[in-house]
């Protein structure tokens, strides 16, 4: 499948929000699945084009989804100030929404990185989804106990020595009795899976 990657500016809940699509290769498409990708923090340099995110994108595209990509507010060309992943939420409940009126889509997966992962498992109370893929959730750093139990299938992909979070306490968070997470574990990986890229494609690829 031809990939047409498109970037453009939609209506967010402060202003625009940017986002990349590749669309145009569904028209005319009965059902579609679809992805929607959250990028790393937005006060630590985290936009859409970070290269987990390309990476989880391009896997997902080999897969035949619809995927989109977009900037939280004050990131690129989305208008708006950080808010602590509330605002961000919303931003995501924006993107899903609009593609949501793009395409026919029979399957929704959320998928984060990093503080994207944090915004991604937020966004579950808000609206339903089939799937959600998760890659070095902050554990740690954000609230996490106040989420909403996952009751979905849910990837989780973690590397063993990530110098931003405590992976222990992500291993611990995702095995507890009550976790439904397929966790997929990588050792050697770093939190921005330097030289790793190709293993998360590849998780990606095999899980979905």
């Given at each position: 499948?031809?990939?047409?990657?498109?970037t453009?500016?939609?209506?967010?809940?402060?202003?625009?929000?940017?986002?990349?699509?590749n669309?145009?290769?569904?028209?005319?498409?009965?059902?579609?699945?679809?992805?929607?990708?959250?990028?790393?923090?937005p006060?630590?340099?985290?936009?859409?084009?970070?290269?987990?995110?390309?990476?989880?994108?391009?896997?997902f595209?080999?897969?035949?989804?619809?995927?989109?990509?977009?900037?939280?507010r004050?990131?690129?060309?989305?208008?708006?100030?950080?808010?602590?992943?509330?605002?961000?939420?919303?931003?995501?409940?924006k993107?899903?929404s609009?593609?949501?009126?793009?395409?026919?889509v029979?399957?929704?997966?959320?998928?984060?990185?990093?503080?994207?992962?944090?915004?991604?498992?937020?966004?579950?109370?808000?609206v339903?989804v089939?799937?959600?893929?998760?890659?070095?959730?902050?554990?740690?750093?954000?609230?996490?106990?106040?989420?909403?139990?996952?009751?979905?299938?849910?990837?989780?992909?973690?590397?063993?020595?990530?110098?931003?979070i405590?992976?222990?306490?992500?291993?611990?968070?995702?095995?507890?009795?009550?976790?439904?997470?397929?966790?997929?574990?990588?050792?050697?990986?770093?939190?921005?899976?330097?030289?790793?890229?190709?293993?998360?494609?590849?998780?990606?690829?095999?899980?979905?």
């Open positions: 499948m031809k990939k047409n990657l498109q453009t500016l939609i209506k967010g809940v402060h202003g625009n929000l940017e986002i990349r699509h669309f145009a290769d569904f028209d005319g498409v009965s059902e579609s699945k679809l992805v929607v990708l959250s990028h790393p923090h006060l630590f340099g985290g936009t859409m084009n970070n290269k987990v995110i390309t990476t989880m994108e391009r896997a595209q080999s897969l035949g989804y619809a995927t989109l990509a977009y900037n939280f004050g990131v690129g060309k989305s208008e708006g100030e950080y808010d602590e992943g509330m605002g961000e939420t919303a931003d995501l409940l993107a899903l609009w593609a949501r009126e793009q395409l026919p029979k399957e929704t997966v959320l998928a984060g990185f990093s503080f994207g992962s944090y915004v991604s498992l937020r966004a579950l109370s808000e339903q089939d799937r959600i893929c998760t890659v070095a959730p902050p554990i740690g750093l954000y609230d996490f106990s106040s989420l909403d139990p996952v009751s979905i299938p849910w990837t989780c992909i973690q590397g063993g020595r990530d110098e931003v405590d992976a222990r306490e992500v291993l611990e968070w995702v095995t507890r009795p009550e976790s439904s997470a397929d966790l997929f574990w990588r050792s050697g990986a770093s939190h921005f899976f330097h030289g790793e890229l190709i293993w998360l494609k590849n998780v990606i690829i095999a899980s979905y």
